[in-house]
């Protein structure tokens, strides 16, 4: 380092200039007479220059490594006087464990053999602190080549060294940390989207190991069709033009699993501004992706839900109106049948009138099915026996293009429903798949014993039930149109072709009967439709049905109290049971009806309406219970609007109901016979 100090210096100078460089004692001439400064020879100016130098230790050692001169840098840094360290050997400024080591020693042979030895390593202060430094060391040559020692420079790097550890261990830190995290994947691309690093969230999440993926072009991760189309590197372009890009999609795994990724690209670059790479950092949202799919289809499935029950509050109060309607209109048609004179003509008529009347039963019994308001008659059905007893019915109502399948275990428990309403809904989608199929096909009948998922949210689901499914071959349905398909009176047939209320029966019945319906179509897939059924309790027995022979309907004249808010059903029930010769008390309301019992020397009988302003049918016979016990008492109900329990058992008649049913029901009745939801209108299906 010698020959900077002076660049018309020759490196190879003599003893005595070696020497007055480094700092010997010789006296400066001030002897020349002048007015400015003093006139220094060479040699004191180099003497002077190393003198004031602090920032550096510059010092010359002997051959064997003795301290030959010493300069202020020197004594501010390692804390020596010149007096106290001239003499003695340059080892000592080493550690121990470095002067054990021979370090010293090889300094000056690297220096003496290559002609400089440059090296950092800690040294040791006077006061035996250590401080980081940078060593320098020239071998000094005289005229002839021989050695005559070793100038060397020290610089005191302690505050670098300081830095440099501090950035190393935060590098090192830093590097820890990305390494250690396993939630999230992060490595760098290079600027042509090669993997030059990978850490252990991203072996974790895309299950290659760092030397599977490192040189690998992250395109792996896309799928091929993404790939094919350039979308990795247009991620990087526009991550390089905006700044930033961030994106969510789905990414692919070694074995070639899917999962949803959250995908973070940023440019790297260096302290000029060139691109040096990207940083991808990908986080694995499956799992919320999963939780917020099914949040949603929970939300959709309360909407949906919510939209139902609107639904069929509004088509069971119509229904409810529109029974009473049917009641007075087909009362009258039998009145008038029975009253009129033999004319075929007015006979053809008469038949349309009641076909028409007939049809609109047939209607409202599906509208108050999806309302699940329908009269259930529940028993332990043997879903087997069921499709096989229908099997006949169904050949003949499916036509000779449609081959029909069955597939039943050989244990199947019973479960609890109605099973006529089952057999009507069974027909109606055995009749739905049918028309999907117009050029002919395979429905498939089946069942199964399945543990409900917890989505289905049915209590009386709870543990195993049986799921009943009617599949076809036919054309299926779109996305719309099964998100509709149990909306009443929704049909994608032609007009006049069906009313829309197939699949909506069958949807109310499941859910009357605690179960539910699922339907899965795919266009030109087919069509499977799944009733989820309870099974059978142990309380659950077949209902027993009094045989029509049994009935006896020429009882004497009684004095009857009927009760209904609707004037149309009040007067046609009135005049049904006058028919009979039984003499009617009207009443309009409950409270009417107790006044009128109370007035009245002898009642024999009450029938009274259930849906009734300020007291129900049912609170009316609560109220008759308390002061008249024993008097008989027939409910008229037009759908099943009881309460689920009741303190006592009356019987019940369905609306609308014809002349035999009001007389037998009335015969029983008196007869003090209790046939809670026996007596069926003769109009419904």
């Known amino acids: 380092m010698l020959e900077n100090l002076g660049d018309d210096e020759p490196r190879r100078t003599s003893k005595v200039r070696e020497e007055r460089l480094l700092g010997m004692q010789m006296p400066i001439d001030l002897s020349a007479k002048h007015t400015g400064s003093p006139i220094l020879k060479d040699e004191d100016r180099y003497r002077l220059l190393i003198d004031s130098i602090t920032d550096y230790a510059i010092y010359m050692l002997d051959p064997n490594g003795i301290v030959t001169s010493w300069n202020p840098g020197a004594r501010r840094f390692k804390g020596y006087e010149a007096s106290e360290i001239i003499g003695q050997h340059f080892e000592r400024f080493y550690t121990e464990e470095d002067r054990k080591a021979g370090l010293p020693v090889r300094a000056l042979k690297t220096a003496r053999e290559k002609q400089r030895f440059d090296g950092e390593g800690w040294h040791v202060r006077k006061d035996g602190t250590k401080f980081w430094v940078n060593v320098v060391i020239d071998p000094i040559l005289d005229t002839t080549g021989a050695l005559i020692g070793y100038a060397k420079v020290t610089r005191d790097l302690t505050e670098r060294k300081a830095a440099e550890e501090t950035l190393r261990n935060s590098e090192e830190q830093f590097r820890f940390l990305v390494q250690c995290v396993t939630d999230y994947a992060i490595y760098m691309l290079s600027p042509e989207g090669i993997v030059t690093n990978w850490n252990a969230g991203a072996e974790r999440i895309k299950g290659y190991a760092p030397e599977e993926i490192i040189g690998s072009h992250f395109s792996r991760f896309y799928s091929p069709e993404d790939a094919a189309a350039g979308i990795p590197m247009r991620n990087l372009q526009i991550a390089l033009r905006e700044g930033r890009f961030e994106k969510e999609g ?20 260096n302290p000029v501004g060139q691109l040096i790479g990207y940083a991808k950092i990908t986080r694995d949202m499956t799992e919320k992706k999963e939780a917020q799919e099914q949040l949603e289809r929970a939300h959709e499935a309360m909407v949906q839900s919510q939209k139902m029950d609107a639904l069929g509050q509004l088509t069971g109060g119509v229904a409810h109106d529109f029974n009473n309607l049917l009641m007075a209109v087909l009362g009258s048609l039998e009145l008038i049948r029975k009253r009129m004179p033999e004319d075929p003509r007015l006979k053809i008529l008469l038949n349309n009138a ?10 409202t019994q599906r509208m108050l099915s999806f309302a699940r308001r329908q009269d259930l008659a529940l028993t332990a059905v043997d879903l087997k026996a069921l499709v096989a007893g229908m099997w006949d019915m169904l050949d003949r109502s499916l036509g000779p293009l449609i081959t029909i399948e069955t597939d039943f275990p050989e244990e199947l428990p019973s479960i609890e429903a109605d099973a006529n309403q089952l057999e009507a809904a069974l027909l109606n989608l055995a009749v739905n798949a ?37 599949s076809d071959t036919g054309e299926g349905m779109d996305a719309n149109t099964l998100a509709r398909a149990t909306e009443p009176f929704f049909t994608t047939k032609g007009i006049g072709k069906g009313t829309g209320l197939g699949l909506s029966m069958v949807h109310g019945m499941a859910e009357q009967l605690g179960g539910r319906v699922r339907i899965e179509s795919q266009k030109w ?26 009935i006896e309907s020429s009882i004497q004249p009684l004095v009857i109290v009927v009760v209904d808010d609707d004037n149309l059903v009040l007067t046609n029930t009135t005049v049904m049971l006058e028919d009979f010769g039984h003499t009617v008390i009207e009443a309009t309301s409950g409270i009417a009806a107790l006044e009128v019992i109370r007035k009245t020397a002898h ?16 609170q009316l016979a609560a109220a008759i219970r308390i002061d008249w016990p ?29 002349l035999n049913d009001l007389e037998e029901a009335v015969a029983y009745t008196i007869a003090g016979n209790v046939h809670e939801n026996k007596f069926k209108s003769s109009y419904r299906q």
């Open 434 to 470: 049918r028309d999907a199929m117009p050029g002919g096909g395979v429905i498939q009948i089946s069942a199964r014993l399945v543990e409900p998922p917890p989505a289905m949210g049915k209590k009386r689901l709870n543990g195993e039930c049986v799921v009943l499914t009617v």
């Open 250 to 269: 789905w990414r692919y795994r070694k074995d070639g699993s899917r999962f949803w990724a959250n995908v973070v690209i940023d440019p790297i670059r």
């Open 354 to 363: 009641f076909e028409g009347a007939r049809r609109g039963v047939s209607l």
């Open 630 to 658: 024993n008097l008989p008492i027939l409910l008229m109900s037009g759908y099943a609007e009881l309460p689920p329990k009741t303190p006592f058992e009356v019987s019940r008649l369905a609306k609308p109901f014809s």
């Open 603 to 618: 009642v024999d009988l009450v029938i009274t309406d259930q849906a009734m302003p300020q007291m129900t049918g049912m």
């Open 525 to 550: 897939r087919g069509t499977s439709v799944e009733v989820w059924l309870p099974l059978a309790r142990g309380d659950i027995v077949p209902v027993v049905v009094p045989e029509p022979a049994q």
